[in-house]
């Protein structure tokens, strides 16, 4: 069974400019997120998509932050403008279902730095 | 609001002993799921085990077992026979009923001494 893929790996952009990432969960998993984890902390979780709706965005940055699942397959993260305090791994995770017990499977991450 | 607190920065401990990662948790639920999550420095985050509230028995999964003081709210984890490859960062996490989000705690640091 292939695992969580994400893209690119490594990102350097300079502040002020954009950056989109990439992540294909686990087929037919449903649940879909998004994780953010400066380094020395837990992650933070961003936004969570069951199927191609969103069912929790609390903690995204809307004014620089959006991310979309428009298939219910695959997603993109998107940072526009990017800011300094953005450096951090993105991880994408996946799960069969919105569920407490539901295991969720992580992608290797995209380590972003914020010039 | 639920909080999980790795009081543990760093550990270390040498090839083959014993090692516990302890963890408290803060929550007004009854019903919830505990976990610990394993991520090695090519940072895919892996599951290593996991606990339901419900259930008094620990969990076990190989040499990994877990300390679950309901009570207490404490929830450790101890790595038995500890190996290289267990080097890694470790990370509890708690998911109530109310909320499917996973709280995270800060992680511990864990160091496999040859």
């Known amino acids: 069974e292939a695992g969580v893929a994400q893209s690119p790996r490594y990102k350097i952009i300079e502040k002020r400019q954009s950056v989109a990432f990439w992540c294909n969960p686990i087929?037919?998993?449903?649940?879909l997120y998004w994780y953010q984890q400066i380094l020395g902390q837990g992650p933070k979780l961003l936004i969570q998509?069951?199927?191609?709706?969103?069912?929790?965005d609390s903690q995204l940055p809307k004014d620089r932050f959006s991310a979309e699942r428009l298939k219910g397959v695959d997603s993109t993260l998107k940072i526009q403008p990017a800011k300094l305090e953005d450096s951090a791994v993105y991880l994408c995770a996946s799960s069969l279902e919105v569920s407490s017990y539901n295991e969720q499977f992580f992608g290797p991450g995209t380590r972003l730095t914020v010039l | 609001a639920q909080t999980v607190t790795q009081s543990q920065p760093e550990m270390s401990v040498q090839e083959a002993e014993t090692v516990t990662l302890s963890c408290t948790y803060d929550t007004s639920e009854s019903d919830y799921y505990l976990f610990w999550y394993k991520q090695p420095p090519s940072r895919q985050m892996i599951l290593v085990i996991r606990?339901?509230?419900?259930k008094q028995q620990n969990a076990t999964e190989n040499r990994f077992s877990v300390n679950f003081q309901k009570a207490a709210k404490s929830f450790s984890l101890k790595i038995s026979d500890s190996q290289l490859g267990d080097a890694a960062m470790y990370f509890c996490?708690?998911?109530?009923?109310?909320?499917?989000?996973?709280?995270w705690g800060a992680g511990t640091k864990l160091i496999i001494k040859p």
């Open positions: 087929s037919g998993h449903a649940t």
């Open positions: 606990q339901e509230a419900y």
């Open positions: 996490a708690y998911r109530g009923h109310s909320n499917y989000q996973l709280i």
């Open positions: 998509f069951q199927n191609n709706g969103v069912v929790d």
